[in-house]
């Protein structure tokens, strides 16, 4: 049974460059394009991992996921990718956020499948 990796981003770009990878390494991908999209499949879906951008429908929407991911108790491993990580100088605490990595844009495509399949388990 193949990981299920789901990818949460607004840009159709990052989803097809990043879902091309994921599939070439034998990962099975869902996408999403809003939070609230990102949300409905992950209870529907159940996928191993999350890649999820900050920056979507507002500048804060990927932690507003991450917060009610969190809060509604769901451990499922998140990968952060922003363009923000190393723009704004922010070190993020990932301990506060809940997500497990943290990953600049544009992320290496082979170290984002090596993270997945470490984090699928």
Do not use: H, W
């Not at 840009?11 to 091309?20: M, P, R, S």
């Not at 394009?33 to 499949?41: A, S, V």
């Not at 209870?43 to 991992?49: A, R, T």
């Amino acid at each position: 049974m193949s990981k299920r990796i789901l990818i949460i981003d607004d840009a159709i770009d990052f989803i097809t460059i990043y879902k091309t990878a994921l599939e070439a390494a034998g990962l099975e991908v869902i996408t999403a394009m809003t939070g609230k999209e990102g949300m409905e499949k992950l209870l529907s879906e159940k996928p191993d991992v999350v890649i999820l951008d900050v920056m979507m429908e507002m500048p804060d929407s990927g932690f507003d996921f991450m917060n009610d991911l969190r809060g509604k108790g769901n451990n499922t491993p998140v990968i952060l990718c922003s363009s923000i990580a190393d723009a704004s100088q922010m070190n993020f605490d990932l301990t506060s956020l809940g997500a497990n990595l943290v990953m600049q844009k544009p992320v290496d495509l082979k170290e984002l499948v090596k993270q997945c399949n470490k984090l699928a388990g």
